[in-house]
């Protein structure tokens, strides 16, 4: 059952225009779907109240349904899909003022991302790093509007600068993407000529970073702000994620670093003081005798601080017994003496398959 049109608009039979259109106003702007995006009821009351404000505005509608009810109207009547035809009028001045921007609402630039290279020190330490950036900005001669210098561009007569029409099947009343304008709610009849009336330009600019002591390999830092511009709205944001470059001599593992250092097996065996990197330069360390292969030596806070904590991870050496691929006539003669010491004599040409013969033996 269709509701009484000046019911749905809440006025007498006796309304003047004028106050039908403010009543009209007052609905319209508390159920208008851009601003009520997710409930289907607003956008009912906001059908409803349009497709009454389409008749009761128009002087003949008016008096046939008047007279005659919503019968008068014939057929499916003025529904709601034949919305762009008076739209244009009223709606100029109705939502002008705030629906100024197309699709309704504040339009927003959207979100752009960037990546940004760091060095395992840099990501250690923080760092503050200029970066270059290409991003769509308004277009300065027509102050990102798209029409030429002059001239503005015009509310979509067939959305009323909606960006979407209804398309009635039956009962319901499905939204669509405007044809006319294809979603944008605007007309653009005189494009600007820098830049055809696209409104936006991608430009070229440096951005200061701030990268924060700890980040690792993968993260995003967020600029707000920094994404898409467009003129009279809300930017997007600028996601910049961070590639920490592989080092040559450490490996991340969250907040500790790892370090592999070589030993000679004198060293190994009878201790010494060697050199390990960290990550602001060398230090001296320590190799107590006796040091097995794979020992691991741990500086206390010479890791990588959590991002969040601050807490300081560690670095750890590990060390490892390094065998040397050639020795020369003098080294040798000192290992096979002290192999002989040791009562483990060298293999001097014992090939595998007399080892292989030994085992089935
Ligand atoms: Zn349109
Ligand atoms: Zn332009």
Redesign the pocket.
């Known amino acids: 059952m269709k509701r009484d049109y000046y019911e749905v608009l809440g006025v007498d039979k006796s309304a003047s225009a004028e106050e039908i259109k403010k009543k009209y106003r007052k609905i319209a702007l508390k159920f208008h779907p851009d601003r009520n995006s997710d409930d289907p009821e607003a956008e009912d009351k906001f059908k409803e109240a349009s497709e009454a404000y389409s008749v009761l505005s128009n002087e003949e509608q008016r008096s046939k349904y008047d007279r005659f009810g919503h019968a008068g109207l014939g057929g499916g009547g003025q529904g709601f899909s034949d919305f762009g035809s008076f739209a244009e009028d009223i709606f100029g001045d109705i939502f002008g003022a705030f629906f100024g921007e197309g699709r309704g609402g504040t339009p927003s630039g959207r979100d752009l991302a960037t990546r940004l290279e760091v060095t395992l020190e840099e990501a250690a330490f923080g760092i503050e790093k200029e970066i270059e950036v290409e991003r769509p900005e308004p277009c300065k001669p027509c102050e990102g509007t798209g029409a030429k210098p002059g001239s503005s561009p015009q509310n979509?007569v067939?959305?009323a600068g909606a960006?979407q029409i209804q398309i009635q099947q039956g009962f319901f009343s499905i939204a669509r993407p405007?044809p006319?304008?294809s979603g944008a709610?605007k007309i653009i009849s005189d494009p600007c000529n820098s830049c055809d009336g696209k409104a936006l330009v991608v430009e070229k600019g440096k951005l200061s970073v701030k990268v924060p002591a700890g980040i690792d390999h993968g993260q995003r830092l967020k600029l707000k702000g920094e994404g898409e511009k467009v003129a009279g709205g809300i930017p997007g944001d600028l996601y910049v994620e961070i590639h920490v470059k592989k080092h040559k001599v450490f490996e991340r593992r969250g907040t500790e670093i790892i370090c592999e250092v070589p030993l000679t097996y004198a060293q190994a065996v009878l201790g010494a003081e060697v050199d390990i990197p960290t990550l602001t330069g060398t230090e001296k360390l320590k190799i107590p005798s006796g040091s097995e292969s794979g020992k691991i030596f741990k500086r206390k806070g010479e890791g990588i601080e959590d991002l969040r904590s601050g807490r300081k991870g560690d670095l750890l050496i590990r060390t490892y017994v390094a065998v040397p691929k050639s020795v020369n006539g003098r080294e040798k003669e000192l290992l096979e003496e002290l192999s002989t010491i040791e009562g483990k004599p060298v293999a001097e040409e014992v090939s595998f398959f007399d080892k292989l013969k030994d085992f089935f033996d």
Do not use: A, F, L
């Open positions: 979509c067939q959305c960006g405007c006319r304008c709610g």
